[in-house]
């Protein structure tokens, strides 16, 4: 792993301000506190890949900048927003084309879509977000979408359900606890660097340990 110039790194910064700005009113779960645990996931998994660091950071910290969301599910603004940031600021082409192409293939959108782009770089931010959607702070994400969404915690009569397309996983109202089961707990077999599979291995028993109880609980068994 190269290091920062010290132009990149305060390039590094002013966009991490930028971010910071863009993400002030921000649901919970995609807010600037979720970019910056991404960035700091990132910088470590990095270290034992070789990439350009400068393309992780600036992935990193624009992999979420707009959520589609709150867009009408429009796809198109973060990556907009992003290309926007970096022509004014005069990024080098090749740095900013490899940024958006991160930013528009990050996405776990349930299904099987084939991927499109595929890099290093692109794997590392993609490990450090899959990252902080498990363990606890997976868990208190992942409840606080649920929350969002007006889900039940849980309800034993749904059963999960592991054939979902990506509109369907969209528009599913199922209970917040199926979806350990549907995309959580399916993510520790997913990550494509060593570094994200060991930290994962350790989050992933953790919630493992966090069912459990939960379901303890329900019974009033514990
Ligand atoms: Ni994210």
Do not use: C
């Amino acid at each position: 792993m190269m290091e920062l110039s010290e132009k990149q790194a305060d390039f590094v910064a002013a966009t991490a301000n930028f971010v910071q700005k863009t993400l002030k009113n921000a649901e919970g779960g995609h807010d600037w506190f979720h970019t910056q645990r991404v960035y700091k996931n990132a910088m470590l998994i990095a270290k034992g890949e070789k990439v350009d660091l400068f393309i992780v950071a600036l992935g990193a910290l624009l992999h979420d900048i707009a959520d589609s969301k709150f867009y009408d599910g429009d796809e198109t603004v973060g990556p907009k927003i992003a290309q926007d940031f970096l022509d004014q600021h005069k990024v080098e082409k090749r740095v900013t084309d490899h940024v958006i192409l991160i930013i528009k293939n990050i996405s776990f959108k349930g299904g099987n879509r084939a991927k499109e782009f595929d890099s290093t770089e692109l794997q590392v931010v993609q490990d450090a977000d899959r990252l902080d959607a498990i363990g606890a702070i997976g868990i208190a994400r992942t409840f606080n979408y649920g929350g969002f969404k007006n889900r039940k915690l849980h309800d034993p009569e749904v059963k999960p359900r592991m054939d979902m397309d990506a509109e369907t996983y969209k528009k599913s109202a199922a209970p917040t606890i199926n979806h350990f089961y549907e995309k959580l707990l399916l993510l520790k077999d997913r990550m494509n660097t060593e570094t994200a599979r060991k930290i994962a291995e350790d989050r992933h028993k953790y919630m493992e340990g966090f069912l459990e109880q939960f379901y303890g609980e329900w019974e009033g068994s514990r």
